[in-house]
């Protein structure tokens, strides 16, 4: 290790021994400039802010107040540095943003830390190296002129020195090192910006390309990231954040909060604290899981808020938002030229709301200080953060600390890449307040959700263009106007507590390269400056990606007009030299087709659904306030390809030239060109931020409604370099996303004739404006687009936003509802309607029903023995067997509550009528079944009645028991007894008059307990089966078996419990209902018979994999209550599985195909729904939300082979059964605890799906994976029920 | 009150033994209890891939994955690929002496260049071993397709399919001959390398245009 990797502290640096560091006052900083956010200057306690330190063994700390977002920034100062000091890359270690340590140079923001920010250390660096030298000739009694350096040491020829060949104080060597000069010194300089550093020409690093000094550390799992920084005595807190979801100024912001029910929490281990502060709410735990199950479950009560209003019409909603206009250039007379131009345009280009979406949720740790080492060091506060502004965060820091500013130390390290500001500031100020309030180091992991919801966004926009051509096809007038709602972002926090008032403050923010780089002789440049509408912060490109989005496609609209080659109109009238260099060798790269009018690539001759285009953009990113600078200049050619048929664009290829002048690191500026360039094309494309329609809530939480671009949309990316190593560098990277989108609309429109005005394009966007195209000229040809006049295409958002509606709208029901509604909720609510209206009838007759039952009771001999059984009666055989049944007959699904003992009861188990809780069945004396008798066991078991006579509710299904064998029934009894004793509480019912009269039970027995199951005939078994049977050496005949599978079927087993529909009262139909499914708890259990709706029939062999198994490769995985029961078997013997296999096959499917078989029919089913194109019905969205969402485990092939078993849904029972209900459980709440862990986890998507977004993928799992199936009409009623229903249901 | 179990976990072929509630799944195990930086937090619903490790050689989403579901199965992280190139594939000898020894893929990801921020790269790497050990020689198609779930917002796409491109080549070295044959590549980092070349003040550099 370097003395330069050894940290340290701007205030320590002066006592230190063997160092010479150049310092600067602490800069003022720009002030009061209007409408721009402050800039937060240090204190001048704070002493001289350190630019570069060089240590007495020749390594280097250099300083710099900007932060390193991925961008390769700290790689290209270290390059700086080197350079100016002659060492290698490795000699410099880079100290970034932290507050104790690096200088302030304000926000890490618009493409300026190295155009603008590194200038102060070259500076600081190329004074040492000229102190080095002057200090070197001193010693050698020498002109500087006369010393180089080289080898780490400075060098003089023999030649120069006095005497020939000695230094005054080193007579020996005519070498020094920097050892020598230092020593034990300390020696400060102060920076001189006039130093003359190195000349270009004589550069051996910058301009090279370097490899990034971070990447091995990260390959590694190093620490590096802020998410990995742990410290002793670190807790973990979660934040709940409210429900106006990326919403951060009006009257209800931090005053939303009703309440919390801490009591919520009470299940909840090591819970160190729960915080509330007006609206901000924090839990804080020993361990993060538990945190993370504090946030979740802790109940809150928020009041309804207004909402901002729908911005689902961005245009609509911007223009009716309050601004002030702000004018920045008149030249000419725009208006007047306008009215009198021969081609007149008025075109509107609206930007949405788009996110940063950092990959990476921020986190940040604070570490409240005691007051010891407060008074002993002056820090307050220090926090770990991910930040792009350490020192407003700082600022905002104290604030919560109610300390000085320098009273609180921000260490930054390093974050997932953000493209302007995320969330790692809010979570800092979140960690703060829950670190004070628990009086230790807490920290804060957002979820993807809060990240997702609450990050500032990338602010909508709405550019009006008005411009024209005159007679000779040149442009005359070009009138700009562009609105943009600002993007303060107060610090989350600060606002939830109400430590800040939440207003909305105007910003000057959309004026970002609002000049067009075409000469106009009459050119109008206005703005609309507003308040923030939704959170917004700067992201990549701030204002300017979406003003030159307009320019870009208005030149090219132009062209059109004009009928030239939008290339050589751009040319034509494009003023800088540079730029229209760049632009040319762009073009030339791309090998540019020239061309007047749209369509004269055509479709693809392989695939003519494709029609192809090319499409050109320029813009120079002119960022900060009005006029601002100028970063790179960049340039792109697009190729696209575009679906007529489904409207989905791809872009096949972007050559992107690339003007930076100098580049510090030219493969570190390549890839920043790639990512911007990658960046862009998924903005373009499918980036836009989900509202509430009501509210504009945010309601993209994940990446399934907000999708990015992923490896199967790459398009190659060819860069052009300009060679200008000699002039300044300009902001590089960034620049090259800002012409893009107007690239690909421009590609859009050669491709297809349709101008696209409103990104993302969408393949419901593109095909929403082909078909009003078609319909509009469908004689038409491929010359259509170029005779079109002025606002042909006014009319796209209204007619797009008809189609969506149209194609998504659940209430557009087309099948009838179906059978399964009668389910047990149904009957429940049927039956408490009967008797709460109280009608006579009814009431009589419950009364009757009431008299009987208490008779009943009466009759009912208490068979509870004073002493406990002997269990030595009992073999252990017979105890094994008993325990096979006891998991066959599942007891401990029901008689095992959430995380409570095994078999001791208390599970509530919902039914129409109220809440039966399971008993006891562990052989405690009190609680349990300690005093049973063998007899007393039967009777329960035959006949529900219980020890002590009171008769049980059918939810215990002794209506199947009772046809247990003699012996089987002996079993169950000597494992019951042989269990571990556990005492309980008794459970107390909530069963709603008069279904609390157990009574009522004797009367319900004498209607439905000898209710005989149908028996099928054995002789269908199918040969096949019978082969199977043989082949793993069952020693029974088919037969026996058949009859052992029915017997274990309707016993113990108790299969019609789930799967056979249950009548008004309760009792399991029979007849043809028998095991012809049911719904229960909101779970369809399937058809056990020939109704099943599975894709591909079940046979023996299917059946034993799934019971045995929990998935099988042709009919998925066993979900919800029934992957339980499957774990729960797994002591059952391989022969009883298979014995019940046969029985249920033959009534299922008496024709018992073979695998071979079923491979084939499933082989033709994943072909037919590979091959099925949903996207024409208008089922983009929730494709879309199906990719983001579910694709990387369920893809039928063509994605990642995870672990788990990714049985196809096109051959899943559930995607094909006649109501949605299980898909939707299982979307909602996933399957954390599958029936087999080789099968793969499934998350909850409860918490991270709205609603909309639920239905979406319904509809289009429904549609893809089931064809041919009707649609479900159910969807939404179902949702609503399932949501409402408690999570471990 | 929720109730723990203690449970082995087999990670990077140490055992550890833990207290531990059905709640926690097997990132915030490796994260918060073996102490691993590796595996990161980027949904916790399974979509991005950064939280990619391999249970028993197969890359599973740590963030979805209840740990007592996986006692008893092989858990390999990111730190542990050195040791997993060991036995299955060749091992990397990192140039520079002070750092780890390096597995193939990691050494092709640094030599690619292949991140921005880094933060997806646990995943992007994790599913490259995945792929390489199941496929050694997979087509672009079979790349895109193993990675296509895993999402990276810097865009760093174009430099991670150059470093599987990389990994395939690096894993088809045999280990004894892992050094020499992989001259044709550059070494890790010239820079890092230190020159000792003469600079002198009044020389003139070459700089060499740019393309």
Known sequence: ?1289 | MIHSKRVQLRVNGREHTLDLTPQATLLHVLRNDVELNGPKYGCGLGECGSCTVLIDKKPARSCVIPVLGVIGREITTLEGLPALSLEGQCLQISPNESLPPLHPVQRAFIDAQAAQCGYCLNGMIMMTVALLLRNPQPSRQEVIEALSANLCRCGAHVEILKAVDLAVSYSQVPLKNSLSTLKPHEPLNPLLKGHDSAIDGSEQANVPGVQ
């Open chain 1, 1 to 1289: 290790m370097t003395r330069a990797q050894i940290p340290f502290k701007r205030q320590d640096l002066p006592s230190m021994k063997g160092v010479i560091w150049v310092a600067r006052h602490p800069v003022a900083g720009p002030q009061g400039i209007t409408g721009q956010p402050p800039f937060i200057a240090s204190s001048p306690s704070e002493g001289l802010e350190v630019l570069v330190a060089l240590w007495s063994d020749a390594s280097v700390t250099a300083l710099h107040g900007h932060v390193d977002l991925g961008t390769g920034l700290r790689t290209a100062l270290g390059q700086i540095v080197a350079e100016e000091l002659c060492m290698d890359l490795s000699d410099v270690h880079l100290e970034m943003g932290s507050t104790a340590t690096a200088p302030n140079q304000g926000a890490t923001i618009a493409s300026n830390s190295i155009q603008t920010h590194a200038q102060p250390l070259r500076c600081a660096a190329a004074q040492l190296f000229v102190w080095g030298l002057a200090q070197s000739a001193k010693r050698f009694g020498v002109s500087a002129s006369q010393v180089s350096y080289y080898n780490r040491g400075f060098h003089v020829p023999d030649s120069a020195l006095v005497g020939g060949h000695a230094t005054l104080d080193n007579p020996t060597k005519g070498v020094l090192s920097w050892n020598d000069l230092i020593q034990e010194q300390n020696i400060c300089l102060e920076l001189d910006l006039s130093v003359s550093t190195k000349p270009s020409h004589q550069y051996r690093l910058v301009g090279q390309s370097a490899e990034r000094v971070d990447i091995p550390a990260k390959a590694q799992g190093d620490l590096i990231f802020v998410h990995d920084m742990r410290v002793e005595g670190m807790l973990h807190g979660r934040v709940i954040r409210p429900p106006y979801s990326g919403v951060d100024s009006g009257d209800f912001v931090g005053k939303s909060l009703i309440g919390i029910e801490r009591e919520s929490l009470a299940h909840i281990p090591g819970l160190v604290g729960v915080v509330v502060q007006g609206d901000f709410i924090g839990v804080v735990c020993l361990r993060e899981e538990h945190a993370e199950q504090a946030m979740r479950d802790l109940v809150v009560h928020w009041r309804d808020w207004p909402g901002v209003g729908s911005l689902k019409d961005t245009q609509a909603a911007l223009s009716k938002h309050p601004s002030v206009e702000r004018e920045l250039l008149n030249e000419g007379n725009a208006q007047q030229a306008w009215d009198t131009a021969s081609v007149k345009l008025d075109e509107t280009y609206v930007w949405p709301y788009q996110m940063h979406a950092s990959i990476g949720p921020s986190c940040a740790l604070a570490q409240w200080c005691t007051d010891e080492e407060y008074q002993a060091t002056g820090i307050r506060l220090r926090v770990w953060a991910g930040t792009q502004n350490p020192h407003v965060l700082r600022a905002d820091l104290a604030l919560i600390a109610n300390a000085p500013d320098v009273g609180v130390e921000v260490i930054r390290m390093e974050a997932a890449g953000c493209y302007g500001r995320n969330c790692a500031d809010d979570v800092a100020a979140d960690a703060a307040i829950l670190s004070k309030a628990v009086n230790a180091p807490v920290r804060v992991q957002l979820s993807r959700e809060q990240e997702h919801a609450w990050e500032p966004k990338g602010a909508a926009q709405v550019m009006q263009v008005k411009g024209g051509l005159d007679s000779a096809g040149n442009p005359v007038a070009y009138d700009f106007l562009s609105s943009y709602p600002s993007n303060g972002a107060p610090t989350l926090a600060l606002l939830l507590t109400g430590l800040i008032e939440p207003v909305a403050k105007v910003y000057e923010m959309g004026d970002r390269t609002a000049k067009p780089p075409y000469q106009y002789p009459n050119l109008r440049v206005r703005v609309q400056d507003m308040a923030p509408i939704l959170r917004a912060s700067w992201l990549r490109g701030v204002s300017a990606l979406p003003n030159s989005f307009a320019h870009e496609s208005f030149i090219d609209e132009l062209a059109h007009q004009a009928h030239v080659d939008p290339l050589e109109f751009r040319l034509a009238w494009l003023e800088d030299p540079r730029a229209q260099a760049l632009l040319r060798d762009t073009a030339h790269k791309a090998q540019w087709r020239p061309h007047s009018s749209p369509q004269e690539q055509g479709a693809d001759p392989k695939d003519p659904d494709w029609l192809k285009g090319q499409g050109v953009a320029y813009a120079r990113y002119v960022h900060s306030k009005w006029p601002g600078f100028g970063a790179a200049y960049s340039a792109w050619v697009a190729d696209v390809e575009v679906n007529q048929v489904t409207g989905e664009v791809h872009v096949s290829k972007v050559v992107v030239g690339h003007d930076a002048g100098m580049l510090i690191n030219p493969k570190g500026v390549e890839h920043q060109v790639n990512g911007n360039v990658l960046q862009t094309t998924s903005r373009a494309l499918m980036e836009e931020v989900q509202t509430h329609p009501r509210t504009g809530a945010v309601q993209s939480l994940e990446w399934g409604s907000y999708p990015i671009l992923n490896f199967r949309q790459v398009p190659v990316i060819e860069i052009v370099h300009m060679p200008r190593q000699n002039e300044a560098p300009l902001g590089a990277g960034e620049s090259s996303s800002v012409p893009g989108t107007a690239a690909i609309a421009n590609a859009i429109f050669d491709a297809t004739g349709i101008r696209l005005r409103n990104p993302p394009f969408t393949p419901e966007k593109v095909l929403a404006a082909l078909n009003s195209a078609h319909r509009a000229i469908p004689s038409e040809g491929a010359n259509h687009g170029a005779n079109l006049g002025v606002n042909d295409w006014q009319d796209q958002p209204n007619q797009l936003a008809q189609n969506q509606n149209k194609n998504i709208d659940p209430h557009d029901a087309q099948y009838p509802s179906l059978s399964q509604d009668r389910n047990w909720s149904f009957i429940g609510s049927q039956l408490l309607k009967l008797t709460r209206q109280g009608l006579a009838l009814a009431s009589s007759v419950v009364m009757c029903l009431l008299a009987w039952g208490l008779y009943g009771l009466t009759m009912n001999p208490n068979w509870q023995q004073r002493v406990s059984p002997q269990l030595s009666m009992y073999g252990p055989k017979m105890i094994e067997r008993g325990a096979q049944l006891a998991a066959l007959g599942n007891c401990s699904g029901c008689h095992t509550a959430e995380n409570g003992a095994l078999n001791a009861g208390g599970k509530p188990i919902q039914t129409p009528f109220g809440v039966v809780f399971s008993t006891n069945i562990t052989p405690d004396e009190n609680s349990g079944l300690g005093r049973w008798s063998y007899k007393a066991f039967e009777r329960a078991m035959r006949e529900g009645v219980s020890a002590d006579g009171h008769h049980l509710y059918p939810a215990f299904p002794y209506t199947s028991f009772k046809d247990l064998a003699d012996e089987d029934m002996m079993s169950l009894y000597a494992w019951s007894m042989s269990q571990t004793p556990v005492a309980t509480q008794p459970y107390q019912n909530t069963l709603s008059w008069p279904f609390n009269t157990r009574g009522l039970m004797r009367f319900w027995n004498t209607l439905f307990l000898n209710n005989p199951s149908p028996l099928l005939e054995p002789t269908t078994l199918d040969k096949q089966a019978t082969q199977s049977l043989k082949a793993v050496e069952r020693a029974q005949q088919p037969d026996d078996l058949f009859k052992r599978g029915e017997y274990l079927v309707s016993s113990v087993g108790h299969c019609s419990a789930c799967h056979t529909e249950r009548g008004m009262m309760g009792n399991e139909k029979r007849d043809s209902h028998y095991l012809s499914g049911a719904m229960v708890n909101d779970w369809f259990a399937p058809a056990l018979t020939a109704k099943n709706t599975a894709p591909l029939p079940w046979t023996a062999e299917e059946l034993f994999r799934y019971l045995r198994t929990g998935h099988t490769q042709f009919h998925g995985v066993a979900s919800g209550p029934m992957a339980q029961i499957i774990k729960d078997w797994s002591s059952v013997p391989d022969e009883d599985l298979w014995a019940m296999s046969i029985y249920l096959a033959n009534s299922m499917n008496p024709r018992a195909q073979t695998d071979d078989e079923l491979s084939t029919m499933a082989t033709v089913r994943l072909e037919q729904s590979k091959a099925l194109e949903v996207k024409a019905r208008g089922l983009d969205v929730g494709q879309r939300q199906f990719e983001g969402s579910c694709s990387a485990c369920h893809h039928e092939g063509g994605g990642p082979n995870l672990l788990g078993t990714n049985a196809p849904l096109s051959l899943n029972t559930n995607v094909h059964g006649e109501s949605p209900n299980n898909l939707i459980q299982i979307i909602l709440k996933g399957c954390p605890t599958p029936a087999n862990a080789q099968m793969g986890f499934m998350p909850a998507f409860k918490d991270s799906l709205t609603d909309s977004q639920v239905v979406d993928l319904v509809h289009y799992i429904r549609a893809r994976y089931a064809p041919g199936k009707p649609e479900w009409t159910q969807v939404n009623e179902t949702l609503e029920k399932l949501r409402q229903m408690p999570t471990n249901n």
